[in-house]
């Protein structure tokens, strides 16, 4: 409060901002039919019960980039107790950053209340920072011109209103947008030390959309990276699907590293790239591939296998080093090395115990897979984790593993009878010949051939 007195004693303007650039429907070729009609009920129910209320964020975006939006978000100047109130189907979540969720089946359209500069709070339990700069709690309300200094980059900044069919610019979002530039609002070492995974959004966007950043928004990431230290390890796992699940994780993976970010969310893998062999690069790179094609095909990727796919070359280097520094005996090393890698990736990101359990099965199934003797393959067919154990055997070969065809002989074994997958298993050799290579194979099969 006494700073705003004194700001204003001081005759330093609140809000220096210009009147918006107002695009009429017929120059930015949006029509309300592309809007999801649920993000439109929720508008004219806030705009009937006096509140102004708009589209923003991707969906606006999208849709002039004629892509396919992920959701709608709503900006009003509705509370968010106000709009709870005008729907059944609503709810308020989050406490750093208080939004409402109204629920339409399985879609669900963000209502976000105008955001304003902190220093015009008048309650400290709206606005809290850290020591750093970083936004704790960011509640404070404000009106359309603040909300959209608020936002990250210009081309998030578009307001569409669907009753006039208007597009408001107040920060240059559709040159932008036509430039195919991300650009940060603000100064953006400010917006970064504020919210350090604005860094990650701003890779984000150009990989996902193939824009270029500017100069301003890139330059400071690389110096800010050790930020994202003190973002939440859940609220970064979000992040990281996001980063991973957009179908662009290759581009997405080049420029996180490029900007150093990479090591603040996976320091051990960006430690194995940097110092380990040519495989781990061939390896975590193809595995980005597959998942961007599988993303492509419409097909499932669960969090779990990424996991294990960035986790498997420092796994892999702890358990050499087990091995061969302390003599361990190999499934010691591994339970040992498993260990220290899921910790150290669980003080940066978290991996809920849902993707964890699915992550060790998938190594654990590596082990398992050689051994095909009696009726050992046909049980692991059985097992819940066998087909992503088998994709990773199959992504591990492509990044040059020598397996001996362990991949081809589980793609036959699968497409085969009943009579035929009897006849596999006899060829592989009678139990007293295999216990042999059993034992051999055990051996080798978790290292891969190159060392770092
Ligand atoms: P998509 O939904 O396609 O991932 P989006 O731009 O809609 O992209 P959301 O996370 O849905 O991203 O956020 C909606 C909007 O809220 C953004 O477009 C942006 O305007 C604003 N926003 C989101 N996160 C932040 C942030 N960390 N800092 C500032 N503004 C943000
Ligand atoms: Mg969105």
């Given at each position: 409060?006494?700073?705003?007195?004194?700001?204003?004693?001081?005759?330093?303007?609140?809000?220096?901002?210009?009147?918006?650039?107002?695009?009429?429907?017929?120059?930015?070729?949006?029509?309300?039919?592309?809007?999801?009609?649920?993000?439109?009920?929720?508008?004219?129910?806030?705009?009937?019960?006096?509140?102004?209320?708009?589209?923003?964020?991707?969906?606006?975006?999208?849709?002039?980039?004629?892509?396919?939006?992920?959701?709608?978000?709503?900006?009003?100047?509705?509370?968010?107790?106000?709009?709870?109130?005008?729907?059944?189907?609503?709810?308020?979540?989050?406490?750093?950053?208080?939004?409402?969720?109204?629920?339409?089946?399985?879609?669900?359209?963000?209502?976000?209340?105008?955001?304003?500069?902190?220093?015009?709070?008048?309650?400290?339990?709206?606005?809290?920072?850290?020591?750093?700069?970083?936004?704790?709690?960011?509640?404070?309300?404000?009106?359309?011109?603040?909300?959209?200094?608020?936002?990250?980059?210009?081309?998030?900044?578009?307001?569409?209103?669907?009753?006039?069919?208007?597009?408001?610019?107040?920060?240059?979002?559709?040159?932008?947008?036509?430039?195919?530039?991300?650009?940060?609002?603000?100064?953006?070492?400010?917006?970064?030390?504020?919210?350090p995974v604005r860094m990650l959004r701003a890779i984000r966007f150009s990989a996902k959309l193939g824009f270029a950043m500017t100069d301003s928004t890139a330059e400071p990431i690389k110096r800010l990276a050790s930020l994202m230290s003190h973002v939440p390890p859940a609220r970064l796992f979000?992040?990281?699907?996001?980063?991973?699940?957009?179908?662009?994780?290759?581009?997405?993976?080049?420029?996180?590293?490029?900007?150093?970010?990479?090591?603040?969310?996976?320091?051990?893998?960006?430690?194995?790239?940097?110092?380990?062999?040519?495989?781990?690069?061939?390896?975590?790179?193809?595995?980005?591939?597959?998942?961007?094609?599988?993303?492509?095909?419409?097909?499932?990727?669960?969090?779990?296998?990424?996991?294990?796919?960035?986790?498997?070359?420092?796994?892999?280097?702890?358990?050499?080093?087990?091995?061969?520094?302390?003599?361990?005996?190999?499934?010691?090393?591994?339970?040992?090395?498993?260990?220290?890698?899921?910790?150290?990736?669980?003080?940066?990101?978290?991996?809920?115990?849902?993707?964890?359990?699915?992550?060790?099965?998938?190594?654990?199934?590596?082990?398992?897979?050689?051994?095909?003797?009696?009726?050992?393959?046909?049980?692991?067919?059985?097992?819940?984790?066998?087909?992503?154990?088998?994709?990773?055997?199959?992504?591990?070969?492509?990044?040059?593993?020598?397996?001996?065809?362990?991949?081809?002989?589980?793609?036959?074994?699968?497409?085969?009878?009943?009579?035929?997958?009897?006849?596999?298993?006899?060829?592989?050799?009678?139990?007293?010949?295999?216990?042999?290579?059993?034992?051999?194979?055990?051996?080798?099969?978790?290292?891969?051939?190159?060392?770092?």
């Amino acid at each position: 409060m006494l700073n705003r007195l004194l700001k204003l004693l001081s005759g330093k303007p609140q809000n220096k901002m210009s009147p918006p650039k107002i695009i009429p429907a017929s120059n930015h070729g949006l029509r309300k039919a592309q809007f999801s009609p649920n993000a439109l009920k929720v508008i004219d129910k806030l705009q009937e019960a006096g509140f102004s209320a708009f589209l923003v964020g991707g969906g606006v975006r999208d849709l002039l980039l004629k892509g396919q939006p992920k959701d709608f978000d709503v900006a009003t100047n509705a509370t968010p107790e106000e709009t709870r109130k005008l729907f059944r189907n609503a709810m308020i979540i989050g406490r750093r950053f208080r939004i409402v969720h109204v629920r339409f089946g399985r879609e669900i359209i963000e209502v976000t209340t105008f955001r304003a500069h902190h220093d015009q709070s008048v309650d400290p339990k709206d606005a809290e920072q850290s020591h750093t700069g970083m936004l704790l709690r960011d509640n404070v309300y404000g009106d359309i011109q603040s909300d959209a200094v608020r936002r990250d980059f210009s081309v998030n900044a578009l307001y569409y209103d669907p009753s006039n069919g208007n597009l408001l610019d107040y920060t240059n979002g559709l040159e932008d947008l036509n430039r195919r530039v991300i650009q940060m609002i603000g100064d953006p070492e400010a917006r970064y030390r504020e919210d350090p995974v604005r860094m990650l959004r701003a890779i984000r966007f150009s990989a996902k959309l193939g824009f270029a950043m500017t100069d301003s928004t890139a330059e400071p990431i690389k110096r800010l990276a050790s930020l994202m230290s003190h973002v939440p390890p859940a609220r970064l796992f979000e992040e990281v699907l996001k980063l991973m699940l957009n179908g662009s994780a290759t581009v997405t993976l080049e420029l996180l590293r490029e900007h150093g970010l990479f090591e603040a969310l996976f320091p051990g893998t960006e430690q194995s790239l940097q110092k380990g062999s040519e495989f781990n690069m061939r390896f975590v790179t193809q595995a980005v591939l597959n998942t961007d094609k599988r993303i492509r095909q419409d097909k499932k990727v669960t969090p779990a296998f990424i996991y294990a796919a960035f986790l498997w070359p420092p796994l892999q280097a702890a358990i050499r080093k087990l091995v061969h520094d302390s003599k361990m005996p190999l499934v010691e090393a591994m339970q040992r090395a498993e260990q220290g890698v899921i910790s150290q990736q669980l003080s940066c990101t978290a991996l809920p115990k849902r993707f964890l359990i699915p992550m060790r099965e998938i190594w654990a199934l590596q082990l398992r897979l050689p051994r095909r003797e009696g009726r050992k393959a046909f049980a692991l067919l059985e097992h819940p984790r066998f087909r992503a154990a088998y994709d990773f055997l199959l992504l591990r070969e492509q990044a040059g593993e020598q397996l001996d065809g362990l991949g081809v002989w589980w793609t036959q074994f699968q497409d085969a009878n009943e009579e035929m997958r009897e006849q596999m298993v006899k060829d592989l050799g009678s139990p007293q010949r295999q216990r042999r290579p059993r034992r051999r194979s055990t051996k080798s099969t978790p290292t891969p051939p190159a060392t770092p």
